[in-house]
């Protein structure tokens, strides 16, 4: 699975956009981008996956450069509740496990 | 649909005794994954089954851990004579095909004492 950089740390006020970038470079093409999240002590939560096309559902939407190099995750309206650690995950296609990173630990702040 | 369901969702062990860790995946997925958080550590893959049988335990460790997912009830991660390192949330996974989206449930809190 191809590696993925993301910053450790951000801030966000509520009721802003929350763009959370990601960066994986050596992207195969059959390897899809996924964004999960942590909130403290709990399970992960998916959030949405994605191959080339930007992709919307009701929690976030995902944009992927043409390229496919780098990634953005957008919450489009950040609450307190989105406080978590975010993380962006790159797997094959017909691959099984996902191999979590550092994540990004996303503060929205009132 | 009820999710992912861990049980126990703490579990405490004196050092030398077994912890047996179940996880009912949601109704209709087959593919059960099982990861590890050591605290303040990231989530760490141990292994992934699909009914009966263990198709990647390339993380787990060579001794005392074990993971079964039976034809019929749930999946269980056994730990035998743990030690204080065993200490850790424990998820599980679970998807209905290898290329679906995994959801995971809440995990076990193993503490060894």
């Known amino acids: 699975d191809a590696k993925t950089t993301q910053p450790p740390s951000m801030d966000c006020a509520e009721g802003r956009a929350a763009n959370l970038p990601c960066n994986h470079s050596t992207i195969s093409g059959n390897e899809y981008v996924y964004w999960y999240r942590q909130i403290h002590s709990q399970g992960p939560q998916y959030i949405i996956h994605?191959?080339?096309n930007n992709e919307t559902n009701e929690m976030a939407s995902l944009i992927i450069t043409e390229d496919r190099k780098s990634s953005t995750l957008i919450l489009p309206h950040a609450t307190l509740r989105d406080t978590a650690v975010y993380y962006c995950?790159?797997?094959?296609?017909?691959?099984?496990?996902?191999?979590f990173g550092e994540g990004t630990q996303l503060t929205v702040n009132p | 649909n009820a999710g992912v369901m861990q049980n126990p969702r703490h579990l405490v062990r004196r050092r030398g005794q077994e912890a047996r860790l179940r996880c009912s995946p949601m109704?209709?997925?087959?593919?059960v994954y099982w990861y590890r958080q050591l605290p303040e550590e990231g989530l760490k893959f141990m292994v992934y089954l699909q009914k009966e049988n263990i198709i990647d335990e390339s993380g787990m460790p060579k001794e005392r851990f074990s993971a079964e997912f039976p034809k019929e009830g749930p999946s269980i991660l056994r730990i035998q004579q743990v030690v204080r390192g065993d200490s850790a949330a424990y998820f599980c996974?679970?998807?209905?095909?290898?290329?679906?989206?995994?959801?995971f449930g809440n995990g076990t809190r193993l503490t060894v004492t």
């Open positions: 109704k209709g997925h087959s593919h």
């Open positions: 995950i790159v797997r094959w296609s017909s691959g099984s496990r996902l191999t």
């Open positions: 994605g191959l080339k």
């Open positions: 996974a679970s998807s209905p095909d290898r290329d679906s989206p995994l959801h």
